[in-house]
């Protein structure tokens, strides 16, 4: 539902096309305008994920580590509070510590499903900034969201920065079998979606 007005979300044809194509490949680069419900689509496909694939592990990565909290956010509190979410997926909830009724790792910057293996040194979704510590994680799947910006777009050496980045840090840490998903705003002819849909 729209987060201001409560209101059913209608897709679009881009929209639903998104979803379509994430259901059929594990590596995607996908162009959104400003303003076209990039982030929204991205909230909803995580709520899917968890809710289909509780056993997994996810991460969101955006440009800048506290934009990609506010989708954890975003996340923790469909899970929490939306009935209809809830009907689809009834397993989806927090999961809750062996010995208490306290809930295991339900912050800020991550969570962790009922579903999501009690061994599991990574939770079920987690947020990163593009310079976050990625390194030593082990994802089944990973959504880049509005990861460019003037900060990082705005000299070709940052442009190559970012790249390196994803090349040396990020697809390194996806499980076989696992995906990547970008959906960005392009901002220079050599910027990360411009090399990687080369």
Known sequence: TDAQTGAPIKQAWHHREWQRLTEDHDR???WFPIEHGKTTQTKMKLCRLLGRHGD???AYMSGTHSQAVKMVGAVKREIESNQQLHEVYPLLRPQRAELSS?????GRTSIRVAQCPRGS???SLVAYGLNGQILGSRLHGIILDNVLNKDNTRSRALREWTIGVLEDEVLGRILPGGFVWI???AWFVDDLLHVLSK
Do not use: G, N, S
């Open 183 to 185: 959906l960005d705003t």
């Open 121 to 123: 040194k990574d939770p």
């Open 102 to 106: 306290a809930m295991e790792e339900w």
């Open 56 to 58: 997994r592990q996810y």
């Open 28 to 30: 995607l680069v996908a």
